[in-house]
């Protein structure tokens, strides 16, 4: 167990970081379809989950997120597997707090959007609840820490969430999820949704998914201000921008294909784009961050330690100086290398080469 809880770990100024993105993570390594992105991962290889929280703690998480996301009764439903609704849960709770057990990190279960929530039906309001209800119950079962409810596109669905973990008494981190629009899809405006959460009693509160570090810092910054307490920014790291502000709408420059979800990889940020942002974060008061669909390990760690953190993969992080191709320092580079690697990247010729070796240069 942890010698600190989520608001103890908040308290005066402190940071929680934690690795999302196990979803897209599992889809690119080949376990987890995209499209419906169901974790039905979790009951065909539980040592793989396992191993992938185990992979983000080593990269510097605080936190290990119970792998629950879309495992509610809708998304089961659609793919025929509302029977093993239970057993998912349950399994990624167990797997997770067993992680964080043994790695002394938070357990946090997950909720998120259902999918069902429209603005002026109350039917929907009450079957969103019973949908977090059961969830929220297997969280607490399994011995979480806290709760996060995220990727709620609409500020009544996020405070119906929030009133569930609240009646179980856990801590909550909620977070909203920004598309084009500057507002919820119940049109209120990011800072004043987050402030109406936080006034709810939601111990964090903030924005994660859909938008890159560029087109999220300018609510984050907004939300900084409105709120008293801490605030949780979480990113996709993808290159969003003035014209994409979503990873959503991101269309082919050659093609004007779209290509959310199956073809965003040629937009991911870099590590340099992940240390700006979390600079920028830091220096704003963000409290609770990581990133989200997109993340992985490297990039994640580039986070932490930004975050004054040095998590064991902090020993494998980059040292380019020994590269053979852009390094000075390796005890094995000589002069013809380094040559050679101006040849290699097109900036002398072939003549000018085989002229320098003629002539001893090399
Ligand atoms: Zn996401």
């Known amino acids: 167990?942890?010698?600190?809880?989520?608001?103890?770990?908040?308290?005066?100024?402190?940071?929680?970081?934690?690795?999302?993105?196990?979803?897209?993570?599992?889809?690119?390594?080949?376990?987890?379809?995209?499209?419906?992105?169901?974790?039905?991962?979790?009951?065909?290889?539980?040592?793989?989950?396992?191993?992938?929280?185990?992979?983000?703690?080593?990269?510097?998480?605080?936190?290990?997120?119970?792998?629950?996301?879309?495992?509610?009764?809708?998304?089961?439903?659609?793919?025929?597997?509302?029977?093993?609704?239970?057993?998912?849960?349950?399994?990624?709770?167990?797997?997770?707090?067993?992680?964080?057990?043994?790695?002394?990190?938070?357990?946090?279960?997950?909720?998120?959007?259902?999918?069902?929530?429209?603005?002026?039906?109350?039917?929907?309001?009450?079957?969103?609840?019973?949908?977090?209800?059961?969830?929220?119950?297997?969280?607490?079962?399994?011995?979480?820490?806290?709760?996060?409810?995220?990727?709620?596109?609409?500020?009544?669905?996020?405070?119906?969430?929030?009133?569930?973990?609240?009646?179980?008494?856990?801590?909550?981190?909620?977070?909203?999820?920004?598309?084009?629009?500057?507002?919820?899809?119940?049109?209120?405006?990011?800072?004043?949704?987050?402030?109406?959460?936080?006034?709810?009693?939601?111990?964090?509160?903030?924005?994660?998914?859909?938008?890159g570090p560029v087109t999220l810092m300018p609510l984050i910054k907004d939300i900084r201000k409105a709120c008293k307490g801490p605030i949780a920014a979480l990113p996709v790291p993808f290159r969003t921008n003035n014209k994409y502000k979503t990873f959503m709408t991101y269309k082919d420059p050659d093609t004007e294909e779209s290509l959310y979800p199956i073809n965003l990889t040629c937009h991911l940020c870099n590590r340099a784009d992940v240390i700006k942002f979390a600079k920028e974060a830091k220096a704003i008061g963000v409290q609770y961050t990581g990133l989200c669909c997109g993340n992985a390990p490297n990039l994640f760690r580039e986070l932490a330690e930004i975050y004054g953190r040095k998590p064991p993969a902090s020993e494998y992080a980059p040292d380019v100086s020994n590269n053979i191709l852009v390094g000075e320092t390796g005890e094995n580079i000589n002069k013809e290398i380094i040559k050679i690697r101006k040849f290699v990247r097109g900036e002398i010729t072939e003549e000018e080469i085989k002229e320098m070796r003629i002539n001893g240069q090399i």
């Open 1 to 211: 167990m942890p010698a600190k809880g989520l608001k103890e770990m908040l308290k005066d100024g402190g940071t929680v970081l934690i690795g999302e993105g196990y979803m897209w993570e599992f889809e690119r390594r080949g376990y987890l379809k995209s499209g419906g992105f169901v974790p039905e991962v979790v009951l065909e290889h539980p040592e793989l989950v396992r191993a992938m929280h185990q992979e983000f703690v080593h990269a510097g998480s605080d936190v290990v997120e119970a792998f629950t996301y879309y495992a509610h009764r809708e998304k089961l439903r659609s793919i025929g597997r509302e029977d093993d609704l239970e057993k998912l849960n349950r399994t990624a709770l167990k797997i997770a707090r067993e992680v964080a057990d043994e790695t002394g990190t938070l357990m946090a279960g997950n909720i998120n959007g259902t999918g069902v929530y429209s603005t002026n039906d109350a039917e929907s309001h009450k079957y969103a609840k019973n949908m977090f209800k059961e969830q929220v119950q297997w969280a607490v079962e399994g011995g979480c820490d806290f709760i996060i409810a995220e990727t709620f596109c609409y500020l009544g669905e996020a405070l119906i969430a929030l009133e569930v973990i609240k009646d179980a008494g856990v801590p909550s981190v909620v977070t909203l999820t920004p598309y084009v629009p500057d507002v919820t899809l119940d049109f209120v405006p990011f800072d004043k949704a987050c402030k109406m959460l936080e006034d709810a009693g939601a111990d964090v509160v903030g924005l994660n998914c859909s938008r």
